[in-house]
């Protein structure tokens, strides 16, 4: 699927689309769940890129595809 517009959106915006809570989140990501709520404000692109590489597969979706059973 194209994701064009993805960099401009939030991460509060994809991760409430995706219906994760900031804990949630940072739980599947592993960091902590003040990281997660100090950038919710942010665009994507504007997230450092160890992080934003990070939570870049759950907030699109693409997570989902290595699960055997789906």
Known sequence: MFKWGRNKKTIRELRRNQGFT??????MVKVDTVVILNVDDKKLKDIPEPLRSKITPYLDGSHTDKIPWL
């Open 22 to 27: 900031a804990r949630e989140l940072a739980a």
